[in-house]
């Protein structure tokens, strides 16, 4: 079993930062992906950013440029640096592990931007 444990969220201003983590603990195999994903109350879940065990990167279109995704392997630990924050990326973050058939959600972030 994989267990995630996710800390960070909060409220902040507009153009504000905010970095959350992710530590992934239990039977962590190589060849996984880690990442983030947000919902907002009325929408789907959609995927802000991910990163392979092998290090690929991907972003959504709407935080390129102002989000950083990253990881620790030693640790399996995931980031996510979030600059230049707008009312826009108020939302619930999850973080996501997948593994060959293996699913895993943290329990969610509130993350707030607003003034």
């Known amino acids: 079993q994989v267990q995630l444990v996710e800390s960070g969220g909060g409220l902040v201003q507009p153009g504000g930062s905010l970095r959350l983590s992710c530590a992934a603990s239990g039977s962590i195999f190589s060849g996984n992906v880690m990442g983030w994903y947000r919902r907002t109350p009325g929408k789907e879940r959609e995927v802000v950013a991910t990163i392979t065990s092998a290090g690929n990167l991907y972003y959504a279109d709407s935080v390129k440029g102002r989000f950083t995704i990253s990881r620790t392997y030693a640790k399996n630990t995931v980031f996510l640096q979030m600059n230049n924050l707008k009312p826009e990326d108020t939302a619930v973050y999850y973080c996501?592990?997948?593994?060959?058939?293996?699913?895993?959600w943290g329990q969610g972030t509130q993350v707030t931007v607003s003034s």
């Open positions: 996501n592990f997948v593994a060959g058939g293996l699913v895993r």
